[in-house]
C-alpha cells in the first residue's frame, strides 16, 4: 500500500525520502527499472536504506531548484501573488517565466498580462536580524496593488537558514486580509532536486485551498498540466467530459474545485504525482491510473480508464477507433521521411518516457536518453503509472539510458557515445552544447505537443523541421571550440569523476 499524504504538516516530505528519487545513473533502461523495483516501495532494500544505487557526483555543474518551480506554479496562477521572500537574486527567474506565462496565457486565449511575483529583497542586515516586518510589508503591498484571491509565500535558502518564522506571519495575515495566505517551504537545500518543488506548491494548495465539502461535478476532469497548448478539451469532449487545468494558467476557483472533478489525469507522472495522489486519498477524487497519452498504446490505455472512471465506456472504443485510422496515412508517411533517423531525448524524467515511445512509434531509432532524476516510483504506487515499464514492454529498451541532473560537462559524452541525428529538450542549457557538435535541437515549447494521437504527427513535423538545419549546425561545429579540454573530451565515460574521485585528487 502507497504510503499516505500527510496534509496535516505544513512542510511537503522531499522526493527523496518519499518516493527514492536518484539523480544520477548510468546504464540501459531496463537495469534501472529492474533495480526500481516498482512494485515495491521499498525498492530493493539497498544497505544504509538505499532504494536503488545512485552514481554519487564530486560536483554540479548547473541546474535549478524546488524555488524555480514554486516560481513558475504558484507564481502562474492567474489572480494569485506569489512572494519570494529571498535575496533579489531569487528573482532572475521572474524574466523568463514572465515571458513563459504571457505566452501561456495567449495559447489558452485568456488575457494577457505579467506574471505577479514579488521579491523581498533580503539583505546582509535581514540575515541577522530577521525581515519579518519585510515580509509584512510584502503582503499588504501585494493586497494593495493586485486585491489578489490568494497569496503564496515562497521560502528561500537564507529564509531558511535564519529561520524565518513564515506560517505565523501568514496566518496573522490571513486572519487580516480574509484571503488565503499560503507558505510553501520550497528552500533550495530541502531537496536534491528541483521536481519537490512542484510538490511544494501543490502541499499547500491542496491544504488552504482546496473544497472540504465539494459538490460533485461528474463531467469534470481535472487535468494537471504546465503551459501548453489546449490539446485536452477537443479530446475529452468526445467522452463529454470538461476540463479543469491546474495548476499552471488557472485562476484559484479552478484550484479550489479541484475536490469537486469526477477524475484526475496528467500528462507527466513527474509532475501530477502528489497532487493527484492526495486528491484520491483525501477527497476522494479517483486518480486515472493509465500508462501517459504517448503513443498509441500509452493513448489507448489512458483514454479507457479514464472512460472507465467516469463511466463512460460507450463511448471510448467508436473513439479510438476513429482517430486511428484519421491519422494513420500521416504518420505512415512521417514513417516514410524519417526512415534511417537516430533521436535522443534530454527532459525531464517521465515526459522523457513519452517521447521516446513516440519516436517509436515514427519508427524513429532511440539509443540513449538523459532524464534529470528518476523516481523509482509515484505516489498512487500503482505500476499501472510505472512510465518506465511501459515504455520497456511496448516499446523497447533504450541502451544508454542515463540519470544525469543538467549535467553539461556529462552530456557531450553521452551524446558522443549516441551520436543521433537530432535531440529533444525542454529547459535551456543543453542546446548550445549540442550545436557546437553539430546536433540541431528541437526545443518543445509547447509541453503538450506530443499527447495524444495529434502528437505522433505534431513530433514527427517537429523533428522535419528540426532536420531541415542541418546545415546551419555543421557550420556551428565547424567555427566553434568546445569549453572543455582534451583530456575530458577523449574520456570514453561521462561519469568517471563520480565513480573514480581520485582521478579529481591526481
Same mark, same amino acid.
Given at each position: 500500500?502507497?504510503? $499516505? ?60 531548484? @524546488?524555488?524555480?518551480?514554486? /516560481? ?38 485568456? $488575457? ?12 546582509? @542586515?535581514? !540575515? ?19 486585491? =489578489? ?20 506571519? %501568514?496566518?496573522?495575515?490571513? %486572519? /487580516? #486580509?480574509?484571503?488565503?495566505?499560503? =507558505? ?26 482546496? $473544497? ?26 468526445? #467522452? +463529454? ?14 484550484? %479550489? ?35 501517459? =497519452? ?20 460507450? &463511448? ?18 512521417? $514513417? ?54 511501459? &515504455? ?9 539510458? +542515463?540519470? @544525469? ?24 542549457? #543543453? ?5 557546437? !557538435? ?19 504527427? +505534431? ?22 571550440? #568546445? =569549453? ?17 574521485? /581520485?582521478?579529481?585528487?591526481?
Amino acid at each position: 500500500m502507497p504510503k $499516505k499524504i500527510n496534509l496535516d504538516i505544513a512542510e511537503v516530505e522531499s522526493r527523496e525520502h518519499r518516493l527514492g528519487t536518484i539523480i544520477a545513473w548510468d546504464g540501459k533502461a531496463s537495469d534501472l527499472h529492474r533495480e526500481s523495483g516498482y512494485e515495491s516501495r521499498a525498492c530493493g532494500k539497498k544497505k544504509d536504506g538505499c532504494r536503488l544505487c545512485e552514481v554519487k557526483g564530486p560536483f554540479t555543474q548547473g541546474s535549478v531548484c @524546488s524555488e524555480q518551480m514554486v /516560481e513558475c506554479q504558484a507564481g502562474n496562477v492567474r489572480d494569485a501573488v506569489l512572494i519570494q521572500h529571498s535575496p533579489i537574486g531569487c528573482g532572475a527567474g521572474q524574466v523568463p517565466y514572465n515571458s513563459i506565462y504571457r505566452n501561456g496565457l495567449a495559447m489558452r486565449h485568456h $488575457k494577457v498580462e505579467n506574471i505577479r511575483i514579488i521579491n523581498t529583497n533580503l539583505i546582509e @542586515s535581514d !540575515m541577522v536580524f530577521g525581515a519579518a516586518e519585510k515580509l509584512k510589508q510584502s503582503i499588504d503591498d501585494a493586497w494593495e496593488r493586485y486585491q =489578489p484571491k490568494a497569496i503564496f509565500i515562497a521560502t528561500s535558502c537564507a529564509t531558511g537558514i535564519i529561520g524565518e518564522d513564515m506560517e505565523s506571519i %501568514a496566518r496573522e495575515k490571513e %486572519a /487580516e #486580509l480574509k484571503i488565503p495566505v499560503i =507558505p510553501i517551504a520550497c528552500e533550495g537545500f530541502r531537496s536534491k532536486h528541483w521536481s519537490t518543488g512542484f510538490d511544494a506548491t501543490q502541499h499547500g494548495i491542496l491544504r488552504q485551498l482546496v $473544497k472540504r465539502n465539494p459538490k460533485k461535478q461528474e463531467d469534470l476532469v481535472n487535468v494537471i498540466n504546465l503551459w501548453g497548448s489546449d490539446v485536452f478539451t477537443p479530446m475529452l469532449a468526445n #467522452l +463529454n467530459l470538461r476540463v479543469n487545468y491546474v495548476v499552471d494558467l488557472a485562476s484559484v476557483d479552478d484550484l %479550489a474545485q479541484l475536490s469537486e472533478a469526477a477524475a484526475t489525469v496528467g500528462f507527466c507522472y513527474t509532475l501530477s504525482s502528489y497532487m493527484a495522489a492526495a486528491l484520491e486519498q483525501h477527497f476522494g477524487v479517483p486518480e486515472v491510473k493509465a500508462p501517459m =497519452p504517448y503513443g498509441f498504446a500509452g493513448t489507448d490505455a489512458w483514454l479507457r480508464e479514464i472512460a472507465k472512471v467516469t463511466h463512460r465506456e460507450d &463511448l471510448v472504443e467508436q473513439f479510438i477507433e476513429a482517430e486511428h485510422k484519421r491519422v494513420a496515412p500521416r504518420i505512415a508517411q512521417l $514513417k516514410q521521411k524519417l526512415k534511417g533517423i537516430k533521436g535522443y531525448v534530454a527532459t525531464g524524467s517521465a515526459y522523457a518516457h513519452g517521447l521516446i515511445q513516440v519516436l517509436r512509434e515514427l519508427d524513429v531509432e532511440v539509443n540513449g536518453s538523459l532524464v534529470f532524476h528518476h523516481d523509482p516510483v509515484y505516489d498512487s504506487g500503482d505500476p499501472r503509472e510505472d512510465s518506465l515499464g511501459h &515504455l520497456i514492454e511496448n516499446y523497447g529498451d533504450v541502451g544508454s539510458f +542515463n540519470v @544525469s541532473n543538467r549535467q553539461q560537462y556529462q552530456f557531450y559524452g553521452l551524446l558522443k557515445e549516441v551520436n543521433p541525428d537530432f535531440i529533444l529538450i525542454r529547459h535551456n542549457g #543543453l542546446a548550445p552544447l549540442a550545436s557546437r !557538435m553539430g546536433i540541431p535541437a528541437a526545443p518543445l515549447g509547447d509541453e503538450h505537443i506530443a499527447i495524444g494521437y495529434d502528437g505522433i504527427v +505534431n513530433l514527427g513535423e517537429s523533428i522535419l523541421d528540426v532536420l531541415a538545419h542541418k546545415k546551419f549546425h555543421d557550420d556551428i561545429k565547424a567555427h566553434t571550440k #568546445l =569549453p572543455y579540454k582534451k583530456w575530458w573530451l577523449e574520456q570514453k565515460d561521462p561519469y568517471l569523476l563520480a565513480k573514480h574521485p /581520485e582521478v579529481i585528487n591526481g
